[in-house]
């Protein structure tokens, strides 16, 4: 393990310690525990050194995502969110743009990324929110619905169209027009801040969209999401190496007819298949960060596949756990509980299961020869 990833293991786990249970029956992170995060540049960690960052590398970025995903899904949540506007204002914006918000992202200040609508979640060809250039502004009108992170946030990254084509544009959000409800109860990553935002002719220096805009809706949208398809991925195994952890660990202590349960086969079986989980998870994972890494072009259906792998398989892994932990991982908070509602929601997000399945068959249909006659 590099030097880095262990200083910034040990920093988490004491800035953590026991609190994700709190967190997550009360729903909210602290926020100066946030601040201190970003300011250390662990909430987008592939950001250049020389943008404040730490400047991992994909596989090494997904070593700390995992670590975070074991600990607490919501504030791994707050690292995707972070990480994609930022990876988005590496990719997208001009070099002051680049200068000014990369700054924000790694000295203490917190980003929301607004894709889905109350009508545009997986298709976001039903997107309804403008971007409007008026003179040396533009004006920003729209709904977005289930933002993770907003409740929290110091900047929204809003996608939008702009005339004919679409762009993105960093809204402050303390900006007035801007409303931000946070979603009650959510099911999973309850403490993540999930929100709608409401955008009511938002007027805003030109500058602040990304670029100039005016590229392509599937572009932008491809773009920032493969970021967020890999840092859910890892979350992901990050998940089921906690499941894996509460249950082997369960099995050798609680005794059932005389002899612990890990003695008892059935349960046995349920250990090999966590295990199983964690290393099919790890492999799709890690054969994304290589393609990230060395910019390969299999990136884009790779990131998909590690998604869908890893977020399948955590699902699986979270309710195989609550299994053998039974009662004592019934009780909402802990950490097997936790994972069985956050899980499922990782089979929605960043692209569901069935909109993954899609992508891969059309893959599958390009790659794999047809007969010859």
Request: charged share 20%.
């Amino acid at each position: 393990m590099p030097d880095i990833l262990a200083d910034e293991f040990a920093f988490l786990g004491e800035l953590v310690g026991d609190q994700p249970e709190a967190w997550d029956l009360a729903g909210l992170l602290p926020v100066d525990l946030l601040r201190k995060l970003g300011a250390r540049g662990v909430l987008c960690a592939e950001v250049p050194a020389s943008f404040g960052g730490l400047g991992l590398s994909s596989a090494d970025n997904g070593a700390l995502s995992a670590h975070v995903g074991a600990l607490d899904s919501s504030l791994r949540s707050i690292m995707t969110s972070q990480g994609i506007a930022a990876f988005t204002v590496q990719r997208l914006g001009d070099r002051e743009q680049r200068r000014r918000y990369l700054a924000d992202l790694t000295g203490g200040q917190l980003a929301a990324v607004a894709f889905s609508e109350p009508e545009a979640g997986s298709d976001l060809s039903a997107m309804q929110t403008t971007i409007t250039p008026d003179g040396d502004s533009v004006v920003v009108s729209g709904h977005k619905k289930w933002i993770t992170g907003a409740r929290y946030a110091d900047l929204l990254l809003v996608l939008g169209r702009f005339g004919d084509d679409a762009a993105f544009v960093v809204v402050p959000a303390s900006a007035p027009g801007v409303s931000i409800e946070p979603v009650p109860s959510p099911m999973g990553c309850r403490a993540a801040g999930h929100s709608d935002v409401r955008l009511d002719d938002v007027r805003l220096p030109a500058s602040s969209v990304l670029g100039g805009g005016g590229q392509q809706l599937q572009l932008l949208f491809t773009t920032a999401l493969t970021y967020g398809r890999m840092s859910v991925g890892w979350g992901c195994v990050g998940i089921i190496r906690a499941c894996l952890n509460a249950a082997t660990v369960h099995a050798r202590t609680r005794q059932q007819g005389g002899v612990v349960l890990a003695e008892h086969q059935l349960v046995a079986r349920h250990l090999a298949a966590l295990l199983v989980a964690e290393q099919v998870a790890t492999r799709a994972c890690e054969h994304a960060s290589r393609c990230w890494d060395a910019n390969s072009a299999e990136l884009v259906v790779a990131a998909v596949l590690a998604k869908h792998v890893a977020a399948t398989q955590a699902a699986a892994a979270a309710a195989t756990a609550v299994q053998v932990l039974a009662s004592a991982g019934a009780q909402d908070g802990h950490v097997v509980a936790r994972a069985y509602r956050d899980a499922k929601l990782m089979e929605i997000i960043e692209g569901s299961t069935e909109i993954c399945e899609l992508i891969l068959a059309r893959h599958a249909l390009t790659v794999v020869p047809e007969p010859k006659c």
